[in-house]
């Protein structure tokens, strides 16, 4: 048994979609979110300085003696979840291989849509992570950035919001695709418009619980679960001061979220 927190690190919000999911999972376990809003966004950013960004932010969660690390961020999972796995000592989880695996469960017709930061498209990613499980999907990606900062700054519906989901969604349903893959943690906040926008037939995948059943399952194997007595604890961090993520927070989490504490941007 070990009692110790679950780390969880995001640029901003978006990251609270797996923490959600991961507390339906495993309830009885304590976690800690870490949300860098200060230097939010990652997606337009050089990867090596995304890297860093993650790096900085893992320090922080190994500080506060974390038993586990999900990298609750598509880019950050791109940019540092192989280099935090060969140097730490504690499992690391990412979201890119969970929501692909989803992906290719899901696809009738092998046309797989990805929605995702500028630089988890450019990476190629999640089609690589598709072809290794599928060769013979074919994958349609588009960068989504707007919608990114709607969720971020708390824009979670209305129609100035569904016009750009048309747009970025509009393209990869001339493809024909059945699956769209949400490549970014942010998107799940605004699942029920994307769906809406997308119609009938389109299966929108979220790798947020997949990535809460490897959660669990990692904690299993290596009888990292908590005490069923233990008391559980939620602890938030941010990094800016002016960001909206107490608020959207509370809209997606509820009561789970009472505090949030900003710490320094360079950790």
């Known amino acids: 048994m070990d009692n110790r927190a ?82 730490l000592s504690i499992p690391v989880i990412g979201v890119i291989k969970p929501g692909a695996r989803t992906a290719v469960k899901n696809t009738k017709n092998r046309r797989v849509g990805v929605i995702a930061t500028k630089a988890t498209v450019k990476s190629g990613a999640y089609e690589r992570e598709i072809k290794k499980l599928d060769p013979g999907i074919r994958v349609y990606q588009v960068a989504a950035p707007m919608l990114i900062d709607y969720v971020e700054n708390g824009i979670l519906q209305g129609k100035e919001l569904d016009a750009v989901i048309r747009k970025y969604i509009g393209p990869l349903l001339l493809k024909d695709i059945d699956v769209l893959v949400l490549g970014c943690t942010h998107f799940p906040l605004i ?75 360079g950790i």
């Not at 230097?39 to 586990?68: C, H, N, T, W």
């Not at 994307?194 to 990535?211: P, Y």
């Not at 059943?213 to 602890?235: P, T, W, Y």
């Open 6 to 87: 679950i780390g969880v690190f995001d640029s901003g919000v978006g990251g609270l979609t797996v923490l959600r999911e991961v507390i339906k999972e495993v309830p009885g376990e304590s976690t800690i979110y870490f949300g860098d809003t200060k230097r939010f966004p990652y997606g337009p950013r050089d990867i090596e300085q995304v890297r860093g960004f993650v790096i900085k932010a893992s320090e922080f969660l190994q500080k506060k003696d974390v038993k586990m690390m999900v990298i609750a961020c598509n880019t950050g999972s791109v940019a540092a979840l192989d280099h935090l796995k060969e140097r």
């Open 191 to 265: 699942e029920k418009q994307i769906l809406a926008v997308s119609g009938n037939g389109i299966r929108v995948i979220s790798s947020a619980v997949e990535t809460a059943k490897d959660v669990k399952k990692i904690l299993m194997e290596e009888g990292l679960s908590a005490d069923a007595e233990s008391e559980v604890k939620r602890e938030f961090y941010e990094t800016s001061l002016n960001s909206n993520f107490f608020r959207t927070g509370q809209i997606f989490l509820g009561a789970e979220i009472r505090k949030v504490i900003r710490v320094e941007s």
